[in-house]
């Protein structure tokens, strides 16, 4: 039987719902659960702020209810214009600034419902969107943002912008519902169609993302629809193609499980779209819409047999794919600093602790950033690893861009450990529903504690991979962390080990639901044991399988010259 989600979705009229009548309701701040669940294809989700829940309760309130809004921005580039305007909804309508993602896009947290319609008509009136930002559908298209290869980079940054065109969805009601468009009726809205989802649109959400080697900085494995470049003296020649990845689990439910994608072929880029547009419909035909705990795309794959699941998507496309092509990554994090393309252009990246932007007493990213938004001809892209990259800038006016970023605190990566320059927590508490532990305000406690032991050990400077997740469903990528914390409860994680550095080998449980004294002790213990006995630039996770720490794990089909 269909989950109750596919129902809603069936009667919902192409995403509409009653929820123009739930913003029209003055009574409350919410929105009902079913127009919650269709709210989310429209790129936002309703939260309360769980710190106060108990005390509203206990005055008989409803919940402080707010809403994310998340943008829908392929391969995480914008335009300064566009980034003033950004930061100018952040400040009229939500609460804490704006946050980056981990798919290389903003959220703006605490918006209230009066705001929420202004809110998505001024992300489009900045030539932006949040259609398909959240949903059953194919999400936000994320795309390598390596600056050096620069020619490379455009060109998959134009198939990312293609794709993400090409497979959103087709219904009026975004319009309708957000931007004051003319509603369909009578005979015009009984023809209206999704030529690609149709009325039940997908069994759950779907991710692409583009890689370029040798940086694996997107973890092009934790993608359903992973693409990999393939490069042909310096040209694209086109995408190796690997499916299955997702980060997502249940605690304590073994039919659910991260998996890493595995490499089926290569495609032309010519051959892309069709590609991507099978892949979604066999996921589309194939997936479960009974149990949406088991509906993701690496389930499907796992229940029908990745060659049955290829060959389908290569009846649908018309096509057999060719041999996958020989590729090679180095590591998955971001090289901070100023960077020259090859085009002669330079591009600086800076580290942002989570994400998040705010000024602060010492750093003033909603200040610097607007600053340089003001002055800055290139334009602005956000990484996998919340991070942001001044792209496209003249060597003349480096200076300039240095002044700013000294004046406002922003230059931190100069001083920052190894293990905080490749650290990312998901936001957890107190906005999101699903967390059952702290991520994003405990990143900032933690991290003097680890590398108060690495100082200790002599590894300070070592580069480590940490990851930090409120709870198991893996917005951080946890599972393909070196050194990863899934939370369980207020204060309790699972503390999970040994992913590698290039984002192909997932890591495992190494100590279950315990405390900061528990995992500290035993990092301590792990860390002074790679002191001593690593081999010359062995990373933590590859040492802690050598020395026999950890079990042996499947590494991603790698084709190596």
């Known amino acids: 039987m269909p989950s109750h989600l596919e129902h809603i979705k069936t009667a919902s009229r192409f995403l509409r719902g009653s929820i123009a009548e739930g913003l029209a309701d003055p009574v409350t701040g919410a929105i009902s659960e079913d127009d919650n669940k269709l709210l989310k294809f429209h790129g936002s989700y309703q939260q309360d702020d769980r710190d106060i829940r108990d005390e509203r309760r206990r005055q008989k309130l409803e919940p402080a209810y707010a809403f994310m809004v998340r943008a829908r921005l392929p391969g995480g580039v914008m335009t300064p214009a566009q980034w003033l305007a950004f930061d100018r909804i952040a400040s009229d309508y939500a609460s804490s600034g704006l946050r980056i993602t981990t798919r290389q896009t903003f959220q703006w947290h605490g918006i209230i419902k009066r705001n929420l319609k202004p809110t998505i008509a001024a992300i489009d009136a900045a030539l932006a969107s949040t259609i398909a930002a959240c949903g059953d559908v194919n999400r936000n298209v994320v795309c390598n943002t390596n600056p050096v290869q620069s020619q490379a980079h455009a060109a998959a940054y ?18 309708e519902l957000w931007l004051d468009g003319e509603k369909l009726v009578g005979e015009a809205a009984a023809a209206e169609n999704e030529p690609l989802y149709g009325p039940t649109y997908l069994p759950r959400k779907f991710k692409i993302g583009l890689a370029i080697p040798p940086l694996n900085d997107i973890d092009v494995f934790a993608q359903d629809l992973g693409l ?177 970023v000294v004046a406002h605190g922003m230059g931190g990566y100069h001083r920052y450990s190894g293990i905080r320059r490749h650290a990312i927590a998901c936001v957890a508490l107190p906005t999101c529903g699903l967390a059952m532990a702290e991520s994003e305000r405990y990143l900032p406690q933690l991290l003097p504690k680890l590398e108060s032991l690495l100082d200790t050990h002599g590894l300070l400077d070592t580069p480590i991979l940490l990851r930090l997740s409120g709870c198991p469903n ?39 639901n315990v405390d900061e004294a528990a995992i500290l002790e035993a990092l301590d213990r792990l860390f002074a044991r790679y002191a001593g006995e690593r081999a010359l630039g062995e990373h933590f996770g590859d040492f802690l399988l050598r020395v026999g720490v950890l079990t042996s794990k499947k590494i991603a089909l790698e084709v190596v010259a």
């Open 228 to 404: 990999i470049a393939i490069l042909e003296r310096g040209e694209l020649a086109g995408f190796n193609v690997a499916i299955g990845g997702g980060m997502g689990a249940t605690h304590g439910d073994p039919t659910t499980y991260p998996r890493l994608a595995d490499v089926i072929g290569f495609v032309p880029p010519e051959r892309l779209l069709t590609l991507a547009e099978a892949t979604i419909a066999v996921q589309r035909d194939w997936g479960d819409r009974e149990e949406r705990k088991h509906a993701r795309f690496k389930y499907t794959i796992d229940t029908h047999g990745l060659d049955k699941v290829k060959a389908e998507i290569e009846q649908r496309a018309g096509f057999a794919l060719e041999p996958a092509r020989p590729f090679r990554f180095d590591h998955n994090g971001d090289r901070y600093g100023w960077i020259e393309g090859h085009d002669s252009r330079w591009h600086l990246t800076l580290q942002v602790e989570s994400g998040r932007l705010l000024d602060g007493d010492e750093v003033r990213w909603l200040s610097g950033m607007r600053e340089i938004a003001r002055v800055h001809t290139g334009d602005i892209r956000l990484t996998c690893n919340q991070n942001l990259i001044v792209a496209n800038v003249d060597a003349a006016d480096r200076a300039r861009i240095d002044a700013i």
């Open 474 to 512: 893996g917005c951080s990528r946890p599972y393909l962390g070196e050194i990863a914390l899934v939370g369980r409860a207020i204060g309790r994680y699972d503390l999970r080990l040994g992913a590698d550095f290039r984002g192909q080998r997932l890591n495992q449980v190494y100590r279950e």
């Open 158 to 175: 134009d198939w990312a912008a293609r794709l993400s065109e090409h497979l959103k969805p087709k219904t009026r009601a975004y319009h």
